[in-house]
């Protein structure tokens, strides 16, 4: 299985990304294609630097049109005055940043995924753009309180976003990669002044991307994740992660435009095909014990802290006990550098006066999720794959749920479509 990790521990943006694939040995010439695919008038520079000592590249998107942010956003307002949403984008980019003046009109996000739409590129690539900007598009309109219709790109600020967008997919796509992993997000501190004033770091378009994400401030004053690099993590599904074991055959750096002295600036990328484990090498441990006198919201309340603590999985059963009482056995699985987390959590929350504990061997499928559109809205799928081969496919239960709640549709319609989706997406795939 061929993976694709992501350091991000100076954060990311879009031209970082485009950097990365670069130095990773993607052709520039294939960013230049799929901007005359799209039509729009811009252009890409691409060139060696340094960054803290660590050679990287630096990829520039040229607009028509000088002086723009990397994202401007107009929102109409339906009942007065169109007002500018902007987003300081700290040291990912070559100038400073200060209060721009633009002219009230822009591409919507309808003309943008028109205008993917008719470019001729490849189909994943094209589907890839549009849930990024997609992505990006909702997150303005939550923050906001707008309809989706009512978001517009300033047009500078959207070529730009375009231009890093789709050829962000067009390279991620190119390099033939099955899962996509990351390392936590460093996002930065401080504030960044935006269009309706002065917010902490990341800015809120920023923050509603990086949900699901796990992220930290390292303790630098700067923003260091853009709305678009954000977006394009939630495009591609990544997964946070430690660097699993794989056999690696490139490695890439992005470069952003500051070069401060506290840390690198750049993105890592690193691509290399999974190494399967050996049998003995996925060990886990297993804490049980057993309880005569809870109540179940208690043993309800102890499964869901235990997960939440970092369990890989907690069970409870049935079981008659001594004096002929039925009881309760409640068993947790965890990594054995959890074992002492999880064994004090349930010496603390339940009644029970010892656990056991032990450690056992275990093989399990190497897993990735997916994400398939259904017509009633996106379902995450969880993916188990035997040497290389899919082997089990299975539906996110809550978000098959919550689809069936708004809609009003059957729970096993929606589970059923999904699955549907899915094998649909593999089969396509695998062709």
Request: aromatic content about 4%.
């Amino acid at each position: 299985m061929r993976i694709a990790y992501l350091d991000c521990f100076s954060g990311i943006s879009g031209d970082m990304m485009l950097g990365a694939l670069v130095h990773a040995g993607v052709n520039p010439e294939l960013f230049r294609r799929t901007i005359d695919a799209l039509g729009v008038d811009a252009r890409i520079e691409v060139r060696a630097v340094n960054r803290s000592g660590i050679s990287s590249t630096k990829v520039d998107v040229i607009a028509a049109e000088s002086g723009a942010d990397d994202q401007h956003v107009v929102l109409e307002q339906a009942h007065s005055h169109e007002q500018e949403h902007h987003h300081d984008h700290g040291h990912h980019h070559d100038h400073e940043h200060g209060e721009h003046s633009h002219p009230p009109h822009g591409r919507s996000l309808q003309e943008i995924e028109a205008l993917i739409c008719a470019a001729r590129i490849e189909s994943s690539v094209r589907d890839l753009a549009l849930r990024a900007f997609r992505l990006l598009g909702e997150a303005e309109a939550k923050i906001h309180n707008i309809p989706l219709e009512k978001i517009h790109f300033h047009e500078v600020g959207a070529v730009d976003a375009i231009v890093d967008i789709t050829c962000a997919a067009a390279g991620c796509v190119s390099l033939g990669v099955d899962r996509w992993l990351c390392s936590p997000v460093n996002v930065g501190g401080g504030t960044v002044k935006c269009g309706h004033g002065v917010f902490p770091v990341p800015a809120p378009a920023t923050a509603e991307l990086l949900k699901g994400a796990r992220v930290y401030n390292s303790g630098i004053d700067a923003e260091l994740v853009t709305p678009t690099g954000a977006a394009i993590l939630r495009a591609l599904n990544v997964e946070y992660t430690v660097l699993p074991e794989l056999t690696v055959e490139h490695i890439g750096y992005g470069a952003g435009s500051r070069d401060p002295k506290e840390t690198a600036n750049v993105v890592r990328i690193t691509i290399g095909e999974a190494v399967a484990p050996s049998e003995d090498a996925d060990l886990v441990t297993v804490i049980e014990t057993a309880v005569d006198d809870l109540t179940p919201q208690i043993i309800s309340y102890v499964i869901e802290q235990a997960m939440a603590a970092g369990a890989l999985d907690v069970m409870s059963a049935p079981v008659q006990m001594k004096k002929n009482r039925p009881g309760h056995l409640i068993t947790a699985l965890c990594r054995p550098e959890d074992a002492e987390r999880i064994s004090s959590l349930l010496l603390r929350e339940t009644t029970t006066l010892g656990v056991r504990m032990r450690q056992e061997r275990r093989r399990v499928l190497q897993r990735s999720f997916e994400t398939v559109t259904t017509q009633w809205g996106d379902v995450r799928v969880k993916l188990g794959y035997l040497n290389g081969e899919l082997a089990n496919c299975a539906p996110e239960f809550e978000d098959c749920r919550r689809i069936a709640q708004e809609h009003g549709v059957p729970l096993k319609t929606v589970m059923q479509e999904a699955l549907r989706r899915c094998g649909a997406a593999q089969g396509h795939s695998a062709r």
